[in-house]
Structure formats: structure tokens, C-alpha cells
């Protein structure tokens, strides 16, 4: 009964490979999210998406890329993998009703090392 | 973007009331105040927002002075179980991209 599930949980891959992380939620929101949390703990949004639009913080590199395949999926692909993407990723969701601003529903995170 | 500023951490002792403060001094009228709580390798999960004044539910309650400059998160009666990190967001209730977790304040629960 997670509402919002990702996978996997951990994540060990060397520098330069490709790889996805999947979340789903099951909460029939309309909007979701991607967050990296560093290794000081910092929770910094990556990107945040519904069936009409998607917004990119624009520090993020353009080697990751968010795919929806439909409104309860969002998967994040990153290319390319470097060093610094070692941290923990998190999905989130969040209704749209009534204007933003809603509390947004994390996954519990995919933590992700490179070798 | 209005900053917030919260202590880095604090510790209690089982079945007190710990206050958590932020300050938001540059806060929009359009603003909301909201906090999460993070458990270690968990993601964040809401406790509870507002605007303004005071709201309660069954897990805390949250208290907003007139200026809005600042909030407090008081968790009545803390367990073991209430240690983790929390953290304020101040964001456009239009806008949910406009909301930034900042370093959070680190609980410490003791018995």
C-alpha cells in the first residue's frame, strides 16, 4: 500500500554508465517530483512535473531526464554518471487542487553510489 | 525566495514539549509555512501547515505571530520515536516549485 514507491533502493554502478530510477505513486496526484539529497543532507529539487508541464531547477545537469510515461510515473534517467551524482533521490507527488502549495508525498529514496 | 533559518539541533528528553522556531523574515504574502519530518533513510513526510495564527492537528501544532516573520513547531509529549530531522519551507501556495528545504533542525530525543 507504499504511495509512493521507487526503485531500486540502492544503486552501485561505475562512472560514465546510464542509468534509470522509477517511482510510481498511487495516489492519483497530478503532479510529481525529484529531489537529490546530498551528502550534508541538503534536499534540493531537481524537477517537478504534471501531464502539461515540466519545470527544471536549472542547475541540474542535462545528462538527467525525467520520463512519464503516463500521470503515475515519473522515472529519472541520468547519463553519463559522474562521481558527484553519488547521493540519495527522491520522488515525491502532490495534488493540484485549489492551486499549489499542497504537501507533497516522498518515496523513500534510492541511494545511489558511484564507483 | 524567503530564506529560512532554523537551529542546526536540539535535544529533550522524553515527555516534553520541544519547540522548533524558523525564521522567515522575508516571507510573501502569498506565502505558506510548512514543515516535514525525515527520518534517517526515509524520505521526508508532512507534519503540518499554515498561514497563519495557529493550527493544530493530532501530531503538532504550529504557531504563526501577526508579522509572520517567524513560526514555531511545538510537538507536545516527545518519544524516542520523534527523533529526526525537520525541516520549514516557506513557499507560493501557487507555486509548489517555489518551495526550498533548508539544512533542517536535527531532534534528539533522549530517555
Known amino acids: 500500500d507504499t504511495a509512493v514507491s521507487q526503485t531500486p533502493k540502492y544503486l552501485v554502478t561505475q562512472m560514465g554508465n546510464d542509468k534509470s530510477i522509477k517511482c510510481e505513486q498511487n495516489l492519483g496526484h497530478d503532479t510529481m517530483y525529484w529531489y537529490k539529497q546530498d551528502s550534508k543532507k541538503f534536499l534540493k529539487i531537481m524537477f517537478s512535473y504534471n501531464n502539461k508541464e515540466l519545470i527544471i531547477n536549472e542547475t541540474v545537469p542535462n545528462r538527467f531526464s525525467p520520463k512519464s510515461p503516463d500521470k503515475a510515473h515519473l522515472n529519472l534517467h541520468i547519463n553519463s554518471l559522474e562521481l558527484g551524482d553519488s547521493a540519495v533521490y527522491f520522488c515525491a507527488s502532490s495534488p493540484r487542487d485549489r492551486g499549489g502549495n499542497q504537501p507533497q508525498h516522498f518515496g523513500d529514496g534510492t541511494r545511489l553510489s558511484i564507483l | 525566495l524567503a530564506k529560512t533559518t532554523q537551529p542546526i539541533s536540539m535535544d529533550s528528553y522524553e515527555g516534553q514539549e520541544v519547540n522548533i522556531t524558523c525564521s522567515h523574515n522575508?516571507?510573501?504574502?502569498?506565502?505558506?509555512i510548512t514543515w516535514y519530518q525525515q527520518f534517517p533513510s526515509q524520505g521526508p513526510r508532512f507534519i503540518i501547515q499554515g498561514y497563519k495564527t495557529k493550527v493544530t492537528n493530532e501530531v503538532a501544532s504550529l504557531f504563526i505571530p501577526a508579522d509572520r516573520k517567524s513560526s514555531t513547531l511545538s510537538l507536545p509529549r516527545v518519544s524516542l520515536s520523534d527523533t529526526a530531522v525537520y525541516y520549514c519551507?516557506?513557499?507560493?501556495?501557487?507555486?509548489?516549485?517555489?518551495?526550498?528545504f533548508g539544512a533542517g533542525t536535527r531532534l534528539t530525543v533522549k530517555p
Open positions: 519551507l516557506v513557499g507560493d501556495r501557487f507555486n509548489n516549485n517555489d518551495m526550498r
Open positions: 522575508n516571507i510573501a504574502t502569498n506565502d505558506y
